[in-house]
């Protein structure tokens, strides 16, 4: 039994709203619903049809593949509702826009399927379709007709190509048509764009009188000049020789007034889209001129009310005023507070400014306070502030009027002790008991007593909470972030790179970025210099050794977190940054030697305080040597620089020659800090070592080896040097250090002091 048209309308509802739910049932229900709402189907089924088409092809959610399937098969059905006899304009207007919104997917899979030749004939029957209604058909199809040519211009123009590897992700134009393609030829499709888009200018010539084909015209017209260059000056110099305001000067009607004032809007606002995007261009000045026009031509002609009015017809003489009085005006009441009660008076009666006996003898004090501060606030956000004003200077009044009248009784019977001397009466000491019953007779309000002169004492804060470990922790952590955020904001001191004090410097005086990393280095340095000895023996109770534990945790904590970061912050430009490294690195060597001296004069049952430099200079070293190529200076700079080296820096500048492209930075580094006593037979057994054992760096290792060990080479007339043991340096028992100083100080453990390194104590 076949459905009624209502049934089958509440289906194919249904259907929209489970597409509408499930975008992935899109091709099924737009397959099911092709046979229901063709060309053959009553009027309200190709209505719905039509609409459920146009809707289908816009979705954003449906995707650009699944539609170019869905628009291939849809085509046909297209083309067989614009050729029915029997037109309904919201279909066509439906099928216009769903036709709009498919070329550009056809256009795409013709280009993909040059053999295809039905499927373009039957595109090229549907656009052929439109093109004959553009200029016969009523208003709202002939607007759907100027978006379906401003789309075929859009898609048959050269346009950009974002990635030539990813055709699939270019925009469709001509740009990615094949020049001998056999159904869309570029050579032919291009005139044919540019002639549509010639048709679409000529409503600025032609006079057309219709508001609504002109600013559709203008909207797409702002598409086309952002997405297609090379035809924007054609069209900028069409809307700029076109006057909006050119029918103001027939007769004006309300309608024509509207219509004007909507295209002017459409004009300016594209032409202002246009500068916008390009403030420079060559059209700017021309469009701020026609916009600038525009806008006083549209104020001459609509601009009414801001205009002065005519003078009055009628005589000014003395009768005027009367009759321009203003009549029924209101002035606003003064409001009017009851006068305090004689005799005493108590604070609810000096602060109630009420005549209502009933709210003046309402005690407040019996609701709850959380109650009394909800009812006050939005009392308060309400009271407007003249009126709150107005009863904050009947207080005041009042409180001044009270206190001049308690002055005035208390000075009258003096005045009259000081006129009558005979008056005289002895002193009367009441009893206690007299004293007592006066007390509770008294009235049960509090009279209100004069304000003491009291002095208020110094005011001291309490002293806070002391922080536990994981909150120190916590802020030293967020002061340091804060700290090395502002390095990057700061400039090396202009003043810092012509002056060079030298040694007499003090550190830290220009508060420029040098400054600040002096500050953090010697906090990482020397903030917890000392904790390192209090370790505790075995004598000592135990919750004295948990204290000082925690004491160290938290503080070793926080100079590991600034040395993590500092060395986070040197690497991240270590180019840029070696001298902060530098400058860092001596103040751990500095450091590390008086704790080793005070070390050394202290109590020896002590372990010996923990020594970073070593650590923090090889990690420093190895985060910078996978970077540097052959012509980096940097690393001859670090080591010349750094105040110790020892075997572990020759060798992993050694390591540097297992590159051939890095071997003549190696045997360079290693020549020019073997100036350096304490590791000159270091250097000068690795070089012999590049000279032995690595081939690519025979040349550069042999001609500086000649000059540090020439005895090698004496006799021989081939480059291979005889055999020589390496010559090791035999370090002193930590007890045969002189004067006192810790044993890593002696030379022949490869330490040396530099310039840099005494330096670090300014």
């Known amino acids: 039994m076949a459905l009624s048209v209502p049934d089958q309308l509440v289906q194919l509802d249904a259907a929209r709203q489970l597409v509408l739910a499930d975008p992935a049932l899109y091709p099924q229900i737009v397959q099911g619903i092709l046979p229901i709402v063709g060309a053959n189907a009553v009027l309200e089924l190709r209505r719905w049809g039509a609409e459920f088409l146009a809707e289908t092809f816009a979705s954003p959610v449906l995707g650009m593949q699944e539609k170019e399937r869905l628009s291939i098969g849809v085509l046909q059905t297209f083309r067989e509702l614009l050729e029915q006899p029997a037109q309904d304009n919201s279909v066509m207007k439906s099928v216009i826009q769903a036709s709009a919104s498919i070329y550009a997917l056809v256009f795409r899979y013709i280009i993909a399927n040059s053999h295809d030749s039905a499927t373009w004939d039957c595109m090229a029957a549907v656009k052929s379709n439109i093109f004959r209604r553009w200029d016969t058909a009523s208003g709202g199809i002939r607007v759907c007709c100027i978006k379906f040519v401003q789309r075929v211009v859009q898609v048959q123009t050269q346009g950009v190509i974002a990635d030539p590897r990813r055709p699939e992700q270019n925009e469709v134009s001509l740009a990615i048509v094949p020049r001998d393609h056999p159904l869309i030829p570029p050579s032919r499709l291009e005139p044919e764009a540019l002639g549509l888009l010639d048709r679409l200018l000529n409503v600025f010539h032609d006079g057309v009188s219709d508001a609504v084909l002109v600013n559709a015209t203008l909207n797409c017209l702002g598409t086309l000049i952002r997405t297609r260059p090379n035809a924007s000056n054609r069209i900028i110099n069409a809307i700029l020789n076109f006057d909006p305001l050119k029918r103001a000067n027939s007769p004006m009607t309300p309608n024509l007034k509207v219509q004007i004032k909507s295209m002017e809007k459409t004009t300016r606002t594209v032409l202002s889209n246009v500068q916008r995007r390009n403030e420079n261009g060559p059209f700017a000045g021309r469009i701020k001129q026609y916009n600038d026009r525009l806008a006083q031509a549209r104020f001459d002609l609509f601009d009414e009310g801001s205009r002065k009015r005519a003078l009055p017809s009628e005589p000014t003489d003395g009768l005027d005023n009367t009759k321009r009085m203003r009549l029924g005006a209101e002035l606003p009441e003064r409001p009017e507070f009851p006068p305090l009660p004689p005799g005493p008076v108590s604070h609810a009666q000096l602060f109630t400014l009420s005549s209502d006996r009933g709210l003046a003898s309402f005690d407040v004090t019996q609701l709850p306070f959380d109650l009394v501060v909800r009812i006050i606030i939005p009392v308060l956000h309400r009271v407007e502030q003249s009126t709150f004003d107005t009863a904050v200077n009947a207080v005041r009044s009042r409180y001044g009027g009270f206190v001049k009248a308690q002055a005035a009784q208390s000075q009258a019977p003096q005045q009259a002790l000081g006129d009558d001397e005979e008056d005289y009466e002895p002193d009367f000491e009441p009893t206690e008991e007299q004293v007592l019953s006066k007390t509770n007779n008294e009235p049960p309000e509090d009279p209100l007593p004069l304000p003491p002169d009291l002095a208020l004492g110094p005011f001291e804060l309490p002293q806070p909470p002391p922080l536990t470990a994981e909150q120190t922790q916590q802020v030293g952590k967020g002061t340091i972030s804060r700290v090395f955020s502002m390095m990057g904001v700061l400039n090396d001191s202009p003043t810092a790179k012509r002056q060079r004090p030298g040694l007499n410097r003090l550190a830290g005086s220009n508060y420029d970025r040098d400054a600040w990393m002096t500050v953090i280095t010697r906090l990482a340095t020397r903030a917890s210099a000392g904790l390192d000895d209090e370790n505790i023996s075995d004598e000592e109770d135990a919750e004295k050794s948990k204290d000082v534990r925690a004491k160290q945790t938290t503080t070793h904590n926080l100079s590991e977190g600034i040395r ?52 923090w200079m090889l990690k420093v070293l190895d985060s910078i040597l996978p970077f540097l190529d052959a012509k980096d200076k940097v690393l001859i700079r670090f080591l010349s620089e750094i105040p110790a080296l020892d075997e572990k820096v020759v060798e ?95 030379a022949g453990q490869g330490v040396l002091a530099t310039p840099n390194a005494v330096a670090a104590a300014g």
């Not at 006593?677 to 000649?706: F, H, Q």
């Not at 020439?710 to 007339?717: A, D, K, Q, R, T």
């Open 564 to 615: 993590e970061t500092l060395w986070k912050f040197i690497i991240e430009d270590f180019r840029s940054r070696i001298s902060i490294a530098i400058s860092w690195l001596n103040e751990e060597w500095f450091n590390d030697r008086i704790q080793l001296q005070d070390h050394a004069v202290q109590n020896t049952k002590k372990l010996p305080p923990k020594q970073n430099y070593e650590t």
């Open 652 to 746: 992993r500048v050694k390591g540097l020659a297992k590159d051939p492209e890095r071997v003549a930075l190696a045997a360079q580094a290693l020549y020019l800090i073997i100036v350096r006593p304490p590791v000159r037979e270091i250097c000068a057994d690795a070089l012999e070592d590049l000279w032995r054992n690595y081939e690519d760096a025979k040349a550069a290792a042999g001609k500086l080896l000649r000059k540090v060990r020439p005895g090698l080479f004496e006799g021989e007339n081939s480059n291979e040097p005889p055999a020589v043991l390496p010559v090791s340096i035999k370090c002193p028992p930590p007890s045969e250090s002189k004067e006192g100083l810790p044993p890593a100080s002696v």
